[in-house]
């Protein structure tokens, strides 16, 4: 069970992560968990190109290992790294030690100070360890690219009916997400392009 949009509350509540970026401007910010991987992130980044839009990969550390070449295209391409992770982990099923040198290791490829939660779970002992030296991304608008009882058209409404100003959108470059993502993403760009957005990166 999942929302499609995180409560103000929740965010208010947990207010040392980045949620939202407060602005009045029309700028929007697209980010890809769980990447890079052949058949889905070359893609992803040639949509992009065709709207001019930059957005901020949250990439998996094992993933980059089996895929550099990809890796490098998204910084050569001025978008932004976060990390996910070495291998894809949750923070609540994982203890605390292994969770965070997971995540060490994730960082020693990236080089990112971003970081993203896989599935939005981590501890409030976890955070506090990470936010000395990482920026905690989330999100307020989950496209649900992910889910298998979903389809594809309530994915891009699901990121029409909640996106404003400033949201932190997330998408997937991942196989099960491939199908509703395909669709999903270029009527995203459309739709708010058309509508004076611009797409930035984190």
């Not at 949201?167 to 993502?181: A, M, R, Y």
């Amino acid at each position: 069970m999942y929302l499609s949009y995180t409560p103000s509350l929740v965010q208010r509540f947990f207010n040392g992560f980045t949620w939202k970026v407060e602005t009045t401007e029309k700028v929007l910010y697209l980010t890809f968990d769980d990447g890079p991987i052949p058949e889905v992130t070359p893609w992803v980044l040639d949509v992009l190109d065709e709207f001019h839009a930059k957005a901020t990969f949250f990439c998996v550390g094992e993933n980059v290992m089996r895929n550099p070449d990809i890796f490098n295209d998204i910084k050569a391409r001025g978008h932004s790294i976060g990390s996910h992770t070495y291998n894809h982990l949750s923070g609540w099923t994982t203890p605390s030690a292994a969770f965070l040198k997971n995540i060490r290791k994730a960082s020693q490829i990236t080089q990112s100070k971003l970081f993203r939660p896989p599935y939005g779970r981590i501890s409030p002992h976890q955070a506090r360890i990470l936010q000395n030296h990482f920026q905690i991304v989330m999100w307020d608008v989950l496209s649900g690219d992910f889910d298998l009882n979903i389809d594809k058209e309530t994915c891009f409404q699901n990121v029409i009916k909640n996106a404003s100003e400033g949201s932190i959108i997330v998408f997937h470059d991942s196989l099960k997400s491939k199908e509703k993502l395909n669709y999903a993403l270029p009527k995203v760009l459309e739709y708010y392009s058309n509508l004076g957005y611009r797409f930035e990166r984190i």
